[in-house]
């Protein structure tokens, strides 16, 4: 396969534009407008020489064609996995599969046997990144790759990348001896908060108080409040997120855990998602059908119920999805980031993990009058607040806040891309410009 060498340091072509002479002003001004590049080799006064680059225009330091490189590389990092990847990476169908973003190891899921990925380039980058190198990738329908570890994952792919099957980069794993498998985090996400430890993440749900519940995990929006006890994240909070409307996922991260209950309530709360970016230099294709769409997911894991009089935990936000190609096509695909459901309160039930079917992700019951967890968040409706416990002064046994929405953004050569109606998102979307050097 031609390799491209990738050189100088990462540069935005966001913003480029241009002022032809024979405008108003005149003035032949060099700049981008999209994939087109304007010079004026006669000056200021000269005629504008306007090309169409066959990559990027990149604006800076100067308007120029250049390459683009993936989000969250630059060419130091990335030029000698390129030289090193060699190969193709197809999962075979006919079985699931686990990839550690801490090592790189890929297994058949259950079973521990190691696949060989020979040909092949990983390597770890801060923040709590990982990058494996490929000349394709291929995960087939009817087969899901589960990430665990602690890492948010970029795969790039000299060639294409075809995804048919199920990529499941929610919570879920087991946090030393307590088999908390709630509380852990998705790769690249935040763990939900426990007794006497604060949920981690950019945004994470603030345990509860008295015997009220935590609070919901933030990322793309807010946590619910939890019952009586716990605030959500504030608005500068949600900034350490990088909460702007056009959030390109650089660093790549996930959503936030959830805030536990509160003290003696043993009710964690749920892990954030974790984050996963495909990065095609070629084709970026995610096809499946109508019953069994092509899957990236990435949902908040529902926070616990209380045991005794206390406070559920907060649900886990949405984590992030980035995707990018010279070419991308969705079709009949599901891209999932939404929150999971606060744990209930008093002995209540734990809150649900956000769906894989984009569902609102049910806050847990509770008993006794006391108070029920917040449904985390989708598209149509924020994550819930959990409700106020009915005993113990109005206190008693608040229910978890539920998790906010996660992150999706979509980059193009031409900076524009319309998501089809086949395609199931639940996210903060955004679309951009791949980075161009």
């Known amino acids: 396969m031609l ?5 100088l340091s990462l540069l935005s072509a966001a913003g480029c534009t241009f002022s032809p002479a024979g405008g108003d002003d ?39 064609c250049g390459r683009w490189m993936p989000s969250n590389l630059d060419a130091a990092a990335l030029d000698p996995l390129l030289t090193e990847a060699t190969a193709s990476l197809a999962l075979a169908p006919g079985a699931d ?17 190691a ?29 899901t790759l589960t990430g665990t570890g602690t890492r948010a994952l970029i795969v790039v792919a000299e060639g294409d990348i075809e995804l048919d099957g199920v990529l499941d980069f929610g919570p879920g794993c087991v946090i030393g001896a307590e088999g908390d498998t709630k509380r852990c985090a998705g790769p690249g996400g935040g763990n939900g908060g426990k007794m006497g430890t604060v949920a981690q993440g950019c945004a994470g749900g603030h345990n509860g108080a008295g015997e009220g519940g935590g609070a919901g995990g933030g990322f793309g929006t807010k946590g619910g409040l939890g019952g009586l006890g716990s605030s959500a994240a504030t608005a500068d909070e949600l ?21 536990a209950g509160a003290m003696m309530s043993m009710a964690s709360g749920g892990g954030g998602g974790g984050a996963v970016q495909l990065s095609a230099f070629g084709r970026l294709r995610l096809a499946g059908t109508a019953t069994d769409r092509a899957t990236i997911y990435v949902g908040g894991a529902g926070g616990q119920g ?22 991308v096509e969705l079709v009949e695909a599901a ?12 002995g209540g039930q734990p809150g649900s993990d956000g769906r894989f079917d984009g569902g609102v992700a049910p806050g847990g019951t509770s008993t006794g009058g006391a108070g029920d967890g917040g449904d ?47 395609t199931l998102t639940q996210g903060v979307l955004s679309t951009g410009r791949v980075p161009g050097v």
């Open 97 to 113: 599969y686990a990839i550690n973003t801490d090592t790189g190891a890929i297994t058949v899921a259950g079973t521990g046997v």
């Open 3 to 7: 390799r491209s060498v990738l050189a």
């Open 335 to 346: 891209l999932i980031a939404s929150g999971g459901g606060g744990g209930g309160g008093r």
């Open 26 to 64: 005149g003035v032949c001004t060099p700049g981008c407008d999209g994939a087109a590049l304007t010079t004026c080799p006669g000056g200021a006064t000269g005629e504008p020489v306007v090309e169409t680059c066959a990559e990027v225009c990149v604006a800076s330091p100067a308007p120029h």
């Open 306 to 327: 209380s045991s005794g009089n206390h406070g559920g935990g907060g649900g886990g936000a949405g984590g992030g999805i980035l995707l990018e190609g010279a070419t």
């Open 239 to 259: 900034d350490n997120c990088g909460n702007t409307a056009a959030n390109p996922l650089v660093p790549l991260i996930g959503g936030s855990g959830g805030g």
């Open 115 to 143: 696949v060989p990925r020979l040909g092949t380039a990983f390597a770890l980058r801060e923040p709590k990144m990982a990058v494996l190198v490929v000349d394709d990738f291929t995960l087939p329908a009817g087969v």
């Open 376 to 422: 985390g968040a989708v598209n149509a409706s924020p994550a819930e607040n959990g409700a106020a416990g009915g005993g113990g002064g109005g206190t008693d046994g608040g229910g978890g806040g539920g998790g906010g929405l996660g992150r999706i953004r979509i980059n193009t050569t031409s900076g524009q891309f319309t998501v089809p109606t086949s």
